[in-house]
């Protein structure tokens, strides 16, 4: 009887060591899904440049830098487009210099030919969606005379104080 009892317990012994091999593996991907779902809520925008151009409106004026983008939300919460800047990587001779200018809606009033409608900001983005529209900023003329132009980086800021960057590769140039 005492052999009987002895197989009896080791046979509910694996039984309960597979069950709990089953649930440790359920667990793990019960987690790895918790952690998904977590991601998911964080903030994430997304800046997609489509283009670019340069304006000239005359000589000695400012520059005004106009681009069209597309802002993502990927997150399952929604966001808001706090601010947008422009930062124009410069040098003079080997003294390299950055500049940063706000996006400015009220410049749309000093252009034409323009077929869309500036980003009023701050702007809120529902979760898993999108917006377009133009980013507008001025530069004086004097502050990029006889410098070099490395790069031109867009950046937005969201509600949550994260920065999303796209380096502008190609500017088209146009007098007013």
């Known amino acids: 009887m005492e052999k009987w009892i002895a197989i009896v317990s080791a046979i509910a ?3 309960a060591a597979l069950e709990a091999f089953r649930s440790s593996r359920m667990s793990r991907k019960a987690y790895a899904l918790a952690l998904q779902q977590e991601a998911r809520l964080q903030p994430s925008l997304s800046l997609h440049l489509v ?3 340069v304006r000239r409106l005359g000589v000695g004026a400012p520059r005004i830098y106009v681009f069209r983008v597309v802002v993502s939300n990927g997150s399952d919460a929604s966001n808001s487009i ?3 800047n422009l930062l124009v990587e410069h040098g003079r001779g080997h003294v390299p ?5 706000p996006h400015r809606v009220e410049l749309m ?3 034409t030919g323009l077929d869309y409608e500036p980003l009023n ?3 809120e983005i529902a979760a898993r969606s999108s917006l377009g529209g133009l980013v507008l900023f001025e530069v004086p003329a004097d502050l990029l005379r006889g410098s070099q132009v490395e790069a031109y980086t867009l950046q ?3 509600t949550y104080g994260h920065r999303t960057s796209v380096e502008a590769l190609f500017l088209q140039e146009r007098a007013q």
């Open 109 to 111: 009033e000093r252009l």
């Open 13 to 15: 012994a694996w039984i």
């Open 121 to 123: 900001l701050p702007r």
């Open 97 to 101: 210099s950055n500049l940063i200018a």
């Open 156 to 158: 937005i800021v969201d």
């Open 82 to 84: 706090r601010e947008a």
């Open 51 to 53: 283009e670019g151009e």
